[in-house]
C-alpha cells in the first residue's frame, strides 16, 4: 500500500453567499485534513460549527447557496473539485458513501426496502434487477438483519429506528465504497442501540477495509472509535491529530475545555470546567481568532490576529498563539 | 459571565409577535403594489361621495349604453361609459368599491373571530367540545363553499349585510380547522406545560399562551380569505343571490354587463372585472408576503 | 419530603369507530422511590422507559392510574384546595427544549414573573425587584427582563427557564433532561449552576436524562428505569462504581468513554427496546439480557435489597 | 385496514347525517319553510295542505326523521317549474356537469402538474417567476369573468367559438377553459410547494448521496411523493367543480347541474336548490371517502399503521 493519503483536503473553504451577496457565511475555512485508507478520522464540533458543511463539501453536494471557494480536494490522487458533475456522480455512493443524520427520514417512504438498497448496485454497476436484490439481501445480512427475505418487501415505516439505520448502513456500503461518511449517525438512537450501532460500523470497517469519517458532536464517540480527531470551531479545524495525543495533550485551550467539560463516569461530584459566553454565529466572527472571546488563557495578539495551524508536535497542528509559544 | 444576548437566529425570527414586528417594519421591505392598490381602494370607498360624479343608482335613460370616453362616440361626460339604463359606470364602480370593501372586510372578521375562538376551543379543551366543532366544521368544509352561500341567500333572502352574516358562517370552519391543528402541537409545547406547573388557570393558558400565538396565523389566513370572500361575494351578486339592485357591487355590474355582452359592450364586462382582479390580486400578494414572513408553515393554503 | 409509592400510569389505547379502549400503554408501572430535601434523585433510562412520565406524575400534569404520591408525608389526592396550590408551589419544572419551554409572544421579564403574578399579590415594583433577583441568581443581566426570548441562545433560555422554575422558591425542582439540547461547551456551565442552586438554596432535584455520566455527576442517588419499571435504585457512587441489574451492566457498557484509554467491558445487548403497550411477561428485561435463565420469563422480580441499595433481577435472589 | 375503513364509513356516515341536519335546520330556523316550499301564488289551501304534509305542528325529531326518510327514498320532492321530481331532473344534467368538469380538470393537470415541477426544479430561477405571475392571476381571476372575456374575444369579436349551449367539442372549449383556470393555478402551486418539500427531504438527499442520476432522483424518488397530495386535491376538485360551475354554467348556458342550481334560484324553485345542494354534499362526502381509501392503498404508511 503506497503512503498516499486516500483523502486530502487543502486549504478548503466553502462560503455560503445570502441572497443579495451581501452577507457571507464562512462555514469552512481553509480546512486541511488528511485520511488514510482503512483510517477512522473524527470530526467533532458544535452545531453550526461547520462539520456538516464540510461533509458535503468533499461529496460536492452542497446547497444552492453554498460554494467551494478555494483550497483543493484530492480523493485517491483525483482532484475532486476539476470533476464534471456527472464524474462527480459516479464517486458519490460507489467510492464515497455517506450515512445521514436522521434515518426516520432519509429512507422513501413509498418504496420498498429492497428497490432502496439494490439501487445503488443497478445504477452504479448496470446488474439487473434479480441479481441487484440477491446482493441487497446479503447485504441486510451483512448489516444483521434478521430474515431478510421478508425484510426487502417491507416498507421502511414498518421497521424501528435501529433497523432503519442499519438499513441506511447497507445502502452505504452497497458498491464497496473506499470512504464511508457518518453525520452524527447515532444522535437520535438510545444508548443500548447506539452502542449496537458503533459496534456494527467497526465491523463493517474491518470487513470491507472501509476509512471511516465521524462526524459528531460527542467527544465519547471519537474517544471510542476514532484514529485521528479533527475539533472544528466557527468554520475551521482548530485542532487535530491523533485521537490519544489529542486528549492527553490537548493544545488548544478550546480542546483543553471541551474534554475537562464532560463529566466522568465514576469521578464524583467534582465541579466541571465550564466555557463562559456562546459559540459564535459565524456570520459576524470576531476579529482575531474566533475562540478569543470565551477564552480564559487569550493574549492581546489573539485579539487582531487570527493564528494560523502551527504544528504543535508532527501531524498536530493546531490554531493558537500559545501553542507557538509553548513550541519555542 | 459573559452574557450578553446572541443574536437572533434567522430560524427563529419567525416567532415574533405581530403588532412588535410591524412596529419593526422599514418600507423598504414592504409589498409596495398591493397595499398601494388596497389603500386607494380605501380612499375611493371612503370618499365615494366626493369622487363619483353622477348618482350611480340613478340613470338616463337617453345615455344608454354609451361607450368610455376615448372610443368614438364616448364622452368626457361619462368617462368610462354608461350602463343598460344609463348610469354611469365609473360612479358605480367607485360607490362598489365600498360595498366589496365593507362586505369583504366585515365578513372576514365575523368569520375569523368565529373560527379562531372555536378553533381554540376546540383544540385545547378537546374532548367532547372538540368531537362536536370538529364534526360540524368538516361537514360544512365538505360543501363546496360557493354552493353552501348560494343555498344560505336563498333562504334568508338578498341584503348586503346577510352576505357578512352568510360568509362568515360559511367560512368560519376554514379558520377553525387551521387553528385547532395550531393549538394542538401548541399544546404540546413545554411553555403551556410549565404554565399548568406555574398553576395558571385554563382561561388564562388560552388568552395568554394560546392566543398571541395564533394571531399570526389568523391574520395570514384573513389576508388570503379577503380575497375569497370579496369573489365569493362578487359571485353571489352576478348569481342575483348576494347585494340586491340598484346598489352597485361589482358582480352585480358583470350580470348587468352580460347584456350588453353579445352587442359587443364590452366596458361593461371589462371594467368591474378589472376592479375585482384589482382588488383581489392586491389581497393575495399581501397575504402571501404575509405568510412568508410571519408564518412560513401555512404553505399549502 | 417527596415519596411516590408504587406509582402506576397506564395510557388507554383507543382503536377503531368509536375509540373502544383495547389494551394500555403502560408507561410507568409501580415505581416507588423518595427524594429527600436538598437531594438529587437522578432517574436514568432509554426511550419509552416512562421516566419523563414519572416527572409529568410527579408535576401533576398527569394523574397516576394507581399508587399514590405523598408530600410531607400527605398523599396528594387528600389534599385540600389549598394545600394543593401549596403543592402546586413547592413543585417546580425544567424542560428540555429551551426553545419550546418559553412562551415567544412573551418579554423575559413576563415569563419569569409569571408564577409570582399566578399565585401571590404583589405590586408592580416589588415584582420587578423579584425579578431582576432571579435573573441575577441565574447569572443573566436586569435588563434581560424586557427583551423576548428569540434574543437568546440556547444556553441563556435555559438560564431564563431556571430563573423562572426558582420565582415560587420551590422545594423541588423536575428537572427532564435539562441539557441535552444544549451545545457541548454549554451543558457545563447549566450543570455547574443547577449544582450551585442546590447549595445556596437548598433545593431537591429529580434529575432525569438518559446520559448516564450527567446523571451520575448530578444525583445522590440513582434510580434505573427499564419499561416502566425501576430496575436498580440505590447511592449513585455504589450504582456507578458497582452496577448490579444486567440492565444497567449494560447501560453503562454502553455509555461513551470520555477518554480513549477508559476501556470497558463489551456489553452488546441484542434487539430493541420492545413496546410499552404489550411488555413482556416475567422480566421485562428477559429478552434482551444476557444472563437470562428459566425463571425470568415467568416471574417478575421485586425490587429487593439492602442498605438502600436494591435491584430487581433473579440473579441475586439466592446471593444475599 | 379494515378497521382503518370501518372508521372512515363511519365518519362519512356521521358526516352525511350532519350535512341534512344542517340543512333541514336552516330551511326550519330561518322562518316557515312553507314559504319557501310553496309555490309562488299559491292559495291559502294550497300552503295549508303543504304544512299538513311537512307535519309541522309536529316535534322536530319527527319532521327531522321523515325529511331523512324522503331523501333516503330518492324523494326530493318536485319541482316546481319543471313539474318532474327532483332527482330525475338532477341526473339529467349530471352527465353534462361531469364533462364540463372531467375536460377542465383535464386541463387544469396538464398544465398545472407540469409547470408546478418546473418552478420547483428551477426554483427561482425565470420558469419560476413566470410560474408565480400564472398562479397568481389564475387565483385572482374569477371564472366567470374569465368566461366572459372569453366570449367576448373568441365569439363576439372573432366569431370562432359559440357562446353558449352544449352539444359539440366546440361548445366544451371555453367553459373548459373557464372552470379549469382556478383549478390548473391551484394545481400548480401545490405541485411546486409539494415538490419542493420532498426535494428538501432527506431521503431525496440520501438518494443523490448514492449518486443517482438527477432525472431518476426527481423522477423517481421525487415526483411519486411529491403527486400524492396533489392527486388528492385533484379528486376533492373534480366533484367541486361539477358543484361549483354554478357561475360557469351560467355564463355559457351550460346545461349542467350548475346550471340548474342557477334556474332554481331565478324561478324561485327552492326544492330543486335544496336538492342541489344536498346531493351536491353529499357527493364531496363520498369522494373524501373514496379518496381517503385510495391514499391508504398509494400510501403503504397509512395501509399497515392504522
Redesign the interface.
Known amino acids: 500500500m503506497s503512503d498516499r493519503p486516500l483523502l486530502e483536503l487543502d486549504h478548503l473553504s466553502t462560503h455560503y453567499v445570502t441572497a443579495r451577496g451581501t452577507r457571507i457565511v464562512r462555514a469552512v475555512d481553509e480546512v486541511s485534513l488528511t485520511l488514510r485508507a482503512g483510517e477512522t478520522l473524527g470530526i467533532v464540533g458544535e452545531s453550526g460549527s461547520g462539520k456538516t458543511t464540510l461533509a458535503l463539501s468533499i461529496l460536492r453536494l452542497l446547497p444552492p447557496a453554498a460554494h467551494i471557494v478555494g483550497g483543493a480536494l484530492r480523493f485517491d490522487g483525483e482532484d475532486l473539485l476539476a470533476k464534471s458533475p456527472a464524474q462527480m456522480r459516479h464517486i458519490r455512493g460507489k467510492r464515497i458513501a455517506m450515512i445521514l443524520q436522521d434515518p426516520m427520514a432519509s429512507l422513501n417512504p413509498l418504496f420498498t426496502v429492497g428497490d432502496q438498497v439494490a439501487e445503488p448496485v443497478r445504477v452504479h454497476e448496470g446488474v439487473g434487477r434479480r441479481r441487484a436484490w440477491s446482493r441487497a439481501r446479503s447485504l441486510l445480512a451483512d448489516v444483521r438483519i434478521p430474515v431478510p427475505d421478508q425484510r426487502l418487501r417491507e416498507f421502511p415505516h414498518q421497521m424501528s429506528g435501529g433497523m432503519r439505520q442499519r438499513i441506511v448502513g447497507a445502502i452505504a456500503i452497497s458498491c464497496e465504497p473506499r470512504i464511508l461518511i457518518a453525520d452524527e449517525p447515532t444522535t437520535s438512537l438510545d444508548v443500548t442501540i447506539q452502542a449496537q450501532y458503533l459496534k456494527l460500523l467497526r465491523d463493517l470497517q474491518r470487513e470491507h477495509g472501509l476509512a471511516l469519517i465521524f462526524i459528531t458532536h460527542n467527544l465519547g464517540i471519537v474517544a471510542r472509535m476514532c484514529d485521528t480527531v479533527a475539533v472544528m470551531y466557527a468554520g475551521r479545524v482548530i485542532e487535530s491529530g491523533p485521537v490519544r495525543r489529542i486528549f492527553n495533550a490537548p493544545a488548544h485551550p478550546y480542546t483543553q475545555a471541551l474534554i475537562e467539560s464532560i463529566p466522568r463516569l465514576g469521578a464524583g461530584p467534582t465541579r466541571l470546567t465550564a466555557i463562559d459566553g456562546q459559540p459564535p454565529d459565524l456570520a459576524v466572527l470576531p476579529a482575531g481568532c474566533s475562540f478569543q472571546p470565551r477564552c480564559t488563557r487569550a493574549i492581546e495578539r489573539c485579539r487582531h490576529e487570527a493564528p494560523p495551524a502551527i504544528e504543535v508536535a508532527p501531524g498536530h497542528p493546531a490554531r493558537c498563539w500559545l501553542a507557538d509559544q509553548s513550541k519555542r | 459571565?459573559?452574557?450578553s444576548?446572541?443574536?437572533?437566529?434567522p430560524s427563529?425570527?419567525a416567532?415574533?409577535?405581530v403588532a412588535?414586528r410591524l412596529a419593526a417594519f422599514r418600507t423598504e421591505g414592504l409589498p409596495m403594489i398591493p397595499i398601494m392598490i388596497l389603500v386607494t381602494l380605501a380612499l375611493v370607498a371612503i370618499l365615494a361621495e366626493l369622487i363619483a360624479p353622477y348618482n350611480p343608482e340613478v340613470g338616463a335613460l337617453g345615455e344608454r349604453f354609451r361607450p368610455p370616453a376615448w372610443i368614438a362616440g364616448g364622452s368626457t361626460a361619462h368617462l368610462l361609459g354608461t350602463d343598460h339604463i344609463g348610469r354611469d359606470v365609473l360612479s358605480r364602480l367607485i360607490f362598489g368599491a365600498r360595498v366589496s370593501m365593507v362586505v369583504g372586510f366585515t365578513a372576514v372578521m365575523v368569520a375569523g373571530v368565529l373560527g379562531t375562538v372555536l378553533g381554540i376551543l376546540s383544540g385545547y379543551l378537546g374532548g367532547w367540545v372538540d368531537q362536536v366543532i370538529m364534526?360540524?366544521t368538516?361537514?360544512?368544509l365538505?360543501?363546496?363553499?360557493?354552493?353552501?352561500a348560494?343555498?344560505?341567500a336563498?333562504?334568508?333572502g338578498p341584503s348586503q349585510w346577510n352576505i357578512v352574516i352568510i360568509l362568515g358562517a360559511v367560512y368560519w370552519t376554514r379558520y377553525a380547522r387551521v387553528i385547532r391543528g395550531e393549538v394542538l402541537s401548541l399544546k404540546e409545547?413545554?411553555?403551556v406545560?410549565?404554565?399548568?406547573?406555574?398553576?395558571?388557570s385554563k382561561r388564562?393558558i388560552m388568552r395568554?399562551?394560546i392566543l398571541?400565538?395564533v394571531l399570526n396565523t389568523a391574520i395570514v389566513l384573513a389576508t388570503l380569505m379577503l380575497?375569497v370572500v370579496i369573489?365569493t361575494e362578487?359571485?353571489l351578486s352576478?348569481?342575483?343571490?348576494g347585494v340586491p339592485p340598484p346598489k352597485p357591487a361589482w358582480g352585480l355590474m358583470?350580470a348587468d354587463?352580460?347584456k350588453g355582452?353579445?352587442a359587443?359592450y364590452?366596458w361593461l364586462?371589462?371594467f368591474p372585472?378589472v376592479c375585482?382582479?384589482l382588488m383581489?390580486?392586491a389581497a393575495?400578494?399581501l397575504g402571501?408576503w404575509l405568510r412568508v414572513k410571519l408564518d412560513p408553515q401555512l404553505?399549502?393554503l | 419530603m417527596i415519596e411516590a409509592r408504587d406509582l402506576t400510569k397506564h395510557f388507554p389505547l383507543r382503536r377503531g369507530l368509536f375509540a373502544r379502549v383495547e389494551g394500555a400503554v403502560r408507561a410507568v408501572d409501580g415505581v416507588s422511590f423518595t427524594i429527600d430535601s436538598g437531594r438529587t434523585l437522578g432517574v436514568v433510562g432509554e426511550s419509552g422507559c416512562g421516566k419523563s412520565t414519572t416527572a409529568k406524575l410527579i408535576l401533576k400534569l398527569e394523574e397516576p392510574t394507581g399508587g399514590e404520591i405523598r408530600f410531607d408525608g400527605q398523599p396528594l389526592a387528600g389534599l385540600g384546595a389549598e394545600e394543593l396550590r401549596r403543592y402546586r408551589r413547592s413543585v417546580q419544572a425544567v424542560f428540555q427544549d429551551p426553545f419550546a419551554s418559553l412562551n415567544p409572544r412573551m418579554r423575559v421579564g413576563q415569563i419569569v414573573a409569571e408564577p409570582l403574578v399566578t399565585n401571590e399579590i404583589l405590586d408592580g415594583a416589588k415584582v420587578r425587584k423579584r425579578v431582576a433577583q432571579l435573573l441575577d441568581l441565574v447569572g443573566l443581566p436586569e435588563r434581560a427582563a424586557d427583551l423576548f426570548p428569540h434574543e437568546f441562545s440556547g444556553g441563556q433560555r435555559q438560564r431564563i427557564a431556571i430563573a423562572r422554575a426558582l420565582a415560587l422558591s420551590p422545594r423541588l425542582v423536575v428537572l427532564d433532561e435539562p441539557v441535552s439540547a444544549l451545545d457541548v461547551s454549554i451543558r457545563a456551565q447549566i450543570l455547574n449552576l443547577l449544582t450551585d442552586l442546590q447549595r445556596d438554596l437548598g433545593l431537591a432535584y429529580l434529575f432525569i436524562a438518559h446520559d448516564l455520566a450527567a446523571v451520575a455527576h448530578m444525583s445522590h442517588t440513582i434510580a434505573v428505569m427499564y419499561l416502566g419499571k425501576i430496575v436498580e435504585y440505590g447511592p449513585a457512587k455504589t450504582i456507578a462504581s458497582e452496577p448490579r441489574h444486567p440492565y444497567t451492566q449494560a447501560l453503562f457498557a454502553a455509555a461513551l468513554p470520555a477518554h480513549p484509554d477508559e476501556t470497558r467491558e463489551e456489553i452488546i445487548l441484542t434487539g430493541e427496546v420492545p413496546s410499552p403497550v404489550n411488555p413482556p411477561g416475567g422480566c421485562r428485561f428477559h429478552p434482551r439480557c444476557p444472563h437470562v435463565f428459566g425463571r425470568c420469563s415467568v416471574e417478575v422480580p421485586l425490587l429487593r435489597g439492602a442498605h438502600g441499595r436494591e435491584v430487581a433481577c433473579h440473579l441475586y435472589d439466592g446471593v444475599r | 385496514m379494515k378497521r382503518f375503513v370501518a372508521r372512515r364509513l363511519g365518519y362519512a356516515l356521521l358526516s352525511l347525517c350532519l350535512l341534512s341536519l344542517t340543512i333541514f335546520l336552516f330551511v326550519r330556523v330561518t322562518g316557515d319553510p312553507t314559504v319557501l316550499l310553496v309555490e309562488p301564488g299559491a292559495s291559502r289551501a294550497d300552503i295549508e295542505a303543504l304544512r299538513a304534509d311537512l307535519g309541522l305542528d309536529r316535534s322536530l325529531v319527527v319532521q327531522y326523521a321523515t325529511f331523512v326518510r324522503d331523501i333516503v327514498r330518492g324523494d326530493f320532492g318536485r319541482s316546481f317549474y319543471y313539474r318532474t321530481p327532483v332527482l330525475e331532473l338532477y341526473l339529467s344534467r349530471l352527465p353534462n356537469s361531469l364533462l364540463l368538469a372531467v375536460a377542465a380538470m383535464a386541463f387544469s393537470l396538464l398544465i398545472g402538474i407540469p409547470s408546478g415541477i418546473l418552478a420547483a426544479v428551477r426554483v427561482n430561477g425565470w420558469w419560476d417567476g413566470a410560474g408565480k405571475i400564472f398562479s397568481l392571476l389564475g387565483l385572482s381571476m374569477p371564472s366567470f369573468w374569465v368566461g366572459l372575456l372569453l366570449i367576448l374575444f373568441f365569439s363576439v369579436y372573432l366569431g370562432w367559438l359559440p357562446s353558449s349551449g352544449s352539444g359539440t367539442v366546440w361548445h366544451v372549449l371555453m367553459p373548459a377553459f373557464a372552470l379549469g383556470w382556478y383549478f390548473a393555478a391551484a394545481h400548480m402551486r401545490l405541485t411546486r410547494s409539494s415538490m419542493l418539500e420532498v426535494l428538501g427531504s432527506e431521503y431525496v438527499k440520501l438518494a443523490r448521496l448514492k449518486g443517482l442520476p438527477e432525472a431518476l432522483v426527481i423522477g423517481k424518488h421525487a415526483f411519486k411523493n411529491a403527486l400524492i397530495p396533489v392527486l388528492t386535491l385533484a379528486g376533492i376538485n373534480l366533484v367541486l367543480m361539477v358543484n361549483v360551475a354554478v357561475v360557469v354554467e351560467t355564463v355559457f348556458a351550460w346545461p349542467g347541474v350548475g346550471r340548474l342550481l342557477y334556474e332554481g334560484i331565478a324561478f324561485r324553485d327552492f326544492p330543486v336548490v335544496q336538492a342541489t345542494v344536498l346531493v351536491g354534499g353529499s357527493m364531496i362526502v363520498v369522494v373524501n371517502l373514496v379518496v381517503d381509501l385510495l391514499y391508504a392503498v398509494i400510501d403503504p404508511r397509512i395501509r399497515y399503521e392504522r
Not at chain 2, 142 to 148: G, N, Q, R, V
Not at chain 2, 193 to 200: F, M, N, P, T
Open positions: 459571565m459573559s452574557v444576548p446572541a443574536p437572533a437566529s427563529r425570527v416567532s415574533v409577535p412588535w364534526r360540524v368538516d361537514t360544512w365538505a360543501l363546496p363553499a360557493l354552493t353552501f348560494i343555498f344560505l336563498a333562504i334568508v409545547r413545554d411553555f406545560r410549565l404554565a399548568i406547573v406555574a398553576g395558571c388564562t395568554r399562551h398571541p400565538n380575497g369573489v362578487a359571485a352576478f348569481l342575483g343571490v358583470l354587463g352580460k355582452l353579445m359587443g364590452w364586462t371589462v372585472g375585482i382582479v383581489v390580486l393575495n400578494l402571501d404553505r399549502q
